[in-house]
């Protein structure tokens, strides 16, 4: 069985578009959950109408207090049944054999998670000429190296927006409720981020290099906009002073403490493999906490670099740089 789960916030006027492509797919999802967080516009009422005629149960949950796309996706996806769940953002658009495609690639069974990269589309639906996937800088050796070395890159940076994936239900006992450590300003880290975290960590994550969503950038969206300039973002991280440096590091150390947590929750161990990545990012981001007085910090610095932990986890080689000249 197959969940798509859906969160809603005043989407009414993309919301029928996105509809239309989820009931009009090769591969009919067995459920649609929605929770819709507030909405004050027709959103409510065009679920309504798509309920009567869908080709399939839907079934939604109204917060009468806006919560925020993490705690609305959360509710929906406690609410959903399948053993297999896609996320779905409002204001995109489905291609024909999505839910086909990705299902498929989630038959071997040490396969947890499969996503795709996507076309990037304006407010209006018109194509930009861009790919999800080369704003996320997700190039093939990223590709490469989290299907032979899981979770390789999703330690990294984002690299699966939550509309593009599939996933077992089995990784929700980790990820399920979303931690509160995820809303820390120094690093944030939305539910797709969190879920894709504990994926790569519990096995195999494919990723599907055909774009499988229209993917709609426009001012009004919730989560969207963040892929835009990914790579401008980053420049500006690497510009900010030492005391920045060193709470994002501390932020992500937090977290880390969470995740290791969370995944003792789940069925079968985590691998070898990765308690190894995950200890090294561990003392990557001790060295970057740490970065008091700056002949002190010139030896773990290089270290690190030496050890390729900056090429791994931090933005490359120029922010070992960075970090020795800050201060």
């Given at each position: 069985?197959?969940?798509?789960?859906?969160?809603?916030?005043?989407?009414?006027?993309?919301?029928?578009?996105?509809?239309?492509?989820?009931?009009?797919?090769?591969?009919?999802?067995d459920?649609?959950?929605?929770?819709?967080?507030?909405?004050?516009?027709?959103?409510?009422?065009?679920?309504?109408d798509?309920?009567?005629?869908?080709?399939?149960?839907?079934?939604?949950?109204?917060?009468?207090?806006?919560?925020?796309?993490?705690?609305?996706?959360?509710?929906?996806?406690?609410?959903?049944?399948?053993?297999l769940?896609?996320?779905?953002?409002?204001?995109?658009?489905?291609?024909?054999?999505?839910?086909?495609?990705?299902?498929?690639?989630?038959?071997?069974?040490?396969?947890?998670?499969?996503?795709?990269?996507?076309?990037?589309?304006?407010?209006?639906g018109?194509?930009?000429?861009?790919?999800?996937?080369?704003?996320?800088?997700?190039?093939?050796?990223?590709?490469?190296?989290?299907?032979?070395?899981?979770?390789?890159?999703?330690?990294?940076?984002?690299?699966?927006?939550g509309?593009?994936?599939?996933?077992?239900?089995?990784i929700?006992?980790?990820?399920?409720?979303?931690?509160?450590?995820?809303?820390?300003?120094?690093?944030?880290?939305?539910?797709?981020?969190?879920?894709?975290?504990?994926?790569?960590?519990?096995?195999?994550?494919?990723?599907?290099?055909?774009?499988?969503?229209?993917?709609?950038?426009?001012?009004?969206?919730?989560?969207?906009?963040?892929?835009?300039?990914?790579?401008?973002?980053?420049?500006?991280?690497?510009?900010?002073?030492?005391?920045?440096?060193?709470?994002?590091?501390?932020?992500?150390?937090?977290?880390?403490?969470?995740?290791?947590?969370?995944?003792?929750?789940?069925?079968?161990?985590?691998?070898?493999?990765?308690?190894?990545?995950?200890?090294?990012?561990?003392?990557?981001?001790?060295?970057?906490?740490?970065?008091?007085?700056r002949?002190g910090?010139?030896?773990?610095?290089?270290s690190?670099?030496?050890?390729?932990?900056?090429?791994r986890?931090?933005?490359?080689?120029?922010?070992?740089?960075?970090?020795?000249?800050?201060?």
């Amino acid at each position: 069985m197959l969940s798509v789960v859906l969160a809603t916030y005043n989407g009414q006027r993309w919301l029928p578009e996105l509809l239309e492509s989820l009931a009009g797919q090769t591969r009919l999802p067995d459920e649609l959950v929605v929770c819709d967080d507030g909405s004050t516009d027709g959103t409510r009422a065009v679920l309504d109408d798509f309920a009567e005629t869908a080709p399939f149960p839907v079934r939604r949950f109204d917060n009468d207090v806006r919560l925020g796309p993490v705690r609305a996706f959360e509710r929906a996806l406690e609410a959903a049944t399948g053993g297999l769940i896609a996320l779905c953002d409002q204001d995109d658009r489905w291609h024909r054999e999505k839910l086909h495609v990705l299902e498929a690639a989630l038959a071997a069974h040490d396969t947890v998670l499969a996503f795709s990269d996507a076309e990037m589309v304006d407010e209006d639906g018109a194509g930009t000429g861009d790919r999800l996937w080369a704003q996320l800088g997700f190039r093939r050796r990223e590709q490469d190296s989290l299907v032979s070395s899981p979770p390789g890159p999703i330690l990294r940076h984002s690299v699966a927006s939550g509309c593009t994936m599939v996933f077992r239900r089995s990784i929700l006992a980790a990820a399920l409720p979303f931690p509160a450590v995820l809303d820390m300003v120094a690093w944030p880290v939305l539910h797709d981020r969190w879920l894709s975290l504990i994926a790569g960590c519990a096995g195999r994550v494919i990723p599907i290099p055909a774009p499988l969503i229209d993917y709609r950038v426009h001012p009004g969206q919730s989560v969207g906009a963040r892929w835009v300039g990914y790579r401008d973002q980053l420049s500006e991280q690497a510009r900010r002073p030492t005391l920045d440096v060193r709470a994002r590091a501390e932020a992500r150390l937090r977290k880390i403490d969470v995740l290791e947590a969370r995944l003792s929750r789940l069925d079968e161990p985590v691998s070898v493999g990765v308690l190894e990545q995950l200890g090294d990012l561990r003392r990557h981001l001790e060295v970057r906490a740490d970065l008091d007085g700056r002949l002190g910090r010139v030896w773990p610095v290089v270290s690190e670099v030496l050890r390729g932990g900056y090429r791994r986890f931090g933005s490359g080689p120029g922010s070992g740089l960075l970090d020795l000249l800050r201060g």
